[in-house]
């Protein structure tokens, strides 16, 4: 079992920057490529981006290439970041890590899912 606990959404004028953080802990983090995902309100979870196990290799959803950035830390912290740039209102939704076996877009690939932490986007 994975425990996925997400930090740092909130509230934050459009233009702004963001950084959430992903800790997981129970098994070895180095076994699982971990993704972000969001859901709006009244929409489907979308992928945001993903990166593989050893952080050699990331992919984006296309409205999050070359605003948003996702690393992680392999080392003690076991975590997983992304930064949000230049935040827009349609940015607005719930975000949440996932644990699986493969970086992937799709979310059938990931067996362990964070509760997710509130971006709020003003203009």
């Known amino acids: 079992q994975v425990k996925l606990v997400e930090s740092g959404g909130g509230l934050v004028q459009a233009g702004n920057s963001l950084t959430l953080t992903c800790a997981a802990s129970g098994r070895t983090f180095t076994d699982y490529a971990m993704g972000w995902f969001r859901q709006a309100p009244g929409k489907e979870r979308e992928f945001v981006a993903a990166?593989?196990?050893?952080?050699?290799?990331?992919?984006y959803a296309d409205f999050a290439k070359g605003r948003f950035l996702i690393w992680r830390d392999n080392n003690a912290k076991n975590t997983v970041h992304l930064k949000m740039n230049d935040l827009e209102t349609d940015d607005t939704a719930v975000y949440s890590c996932?644990?699986?076996?493969?970086?992937?877009?799709?979310?059938?690939?990931?067996?362990?899912w964070g509760q997710g932490t509130q971006v709020t986007v003003s203009s």
């Open positions: 996932a644990a699986g076996s493969i970086r992937s877009a799709l979310s059938t690939y990931y067996d362990y």
């Open positions: 990166i593989s196990q050893m952080g050699a290799s990331t992919i």
